[in-house]
Every structure is written in C-alpha cells, then in structure tokens.
C-alpha cells in the first residue's frame, strides 16, 4: 500500500483522510450509542432494588401477623424467609446496576477504539512516510 499511496496525488490522499476520519467518527459514535444503551438499562438494577424493597416489607407485615398468638408459628418462618430473599434481591440489583454501568463503559470503548486504532494503525504510518517523502529532496535517476 504505501508504495502506491506515496504516488498518488493529492486529491486522493484528502480523500482517503477523510475516509479515516469518518471511519474513526462512526465508530465513536456507535461505540457512544452502544455504552448508552447499556448504562440506561442499569436502570433494570433500580427496578430490582425497588421490587427487592417491596418483598421485605411483605416479610416485615408477616413478622406482625406472626405476633399474633392465635395464628401459631407458620407465618414467622415464612416472615424470615421473605426478608432474606428481599435483602437477597436488593444486593443483587445493586450488583446489577453497577455491573451493567460497567459493561456499558468497556463495550462501548471496546466498539470506538478497535476497529478505529486498527484502521489509523495501518493508515497513520503509510500516511507519515507519504509526509516525509514529500519533504526530502528528489533524488538523481542516475545516481550521481
């Protein structure tokens, strides 16, 4: 490629820099979408931690109905069972949100960077030699 590219005029170079540009733009902006997306189903964590809350206020009613002397002792077991699974939930929605919040942040640089940091690796180093050899001084064909 480069032997290629160090011969092609100028029009064709602009034009495949804006290429790479628009390459590199794309995938920030699908990598952007991508980590959005998954933070705002962190979201999903919130709804857990709620829905976790509620299940151990239903174990703390049962405690009270537990109380009761005339009901027996069904109701406590049951009661304390509830509200470990509630704390149980609440602790992994928690979980869920952060780790959904950091799966966000890592695909979605893993989505902008790879393609663009492979692409701009293959294109920066043809495009720097394309630089210098405009720069340096036309040699002699004949060697003299």
């Not at 109380?67 to 602790?91: C, D, F, K, S």
């Not at 928690?94 to 701009?120: D, Y």
Request: proline fraction near 4%.
């Amino acid at each position: 490629m480069s032997a290629s590219f160090r011969r092609s005029g100028s029009a064709t170079v602009r034009m495949l820099d804006g290429l790479m540009a628009a390459w590199a733009v794309f995938w920030l902006v699908i990598g952007s979408w991508t980590a959005l997306s998954l933070w705002e189903l962190s979201h999903l964590g919130e709804t857990i931690v709620t829905s976790g809350q509620a299940i151990g206020s239903a174990g703390r009613a049962l405690e009270t109905i537990a109380e009761l002397p005339v009901v027996g002792e069904g109701p406590g077991a049951l009661a304390r069972q509830v509200r470990e699974a509630a704390e149980r939930i609440v602790t992994s929605g928690h979980e869920a949100k952060s780790n959904l919040r950091r799966l966000g942040v890592l695909v979605g640089l893993a989505i902008a960077l790879i393609p663009t940091v492979a692409m701009l690796g293959c294109y920066l180093p043809a495009r720097r030699e394309r630089r210098q050899a405009g720069k340096s001084p036309p040699r002699s064909e004949s060697g003299t």
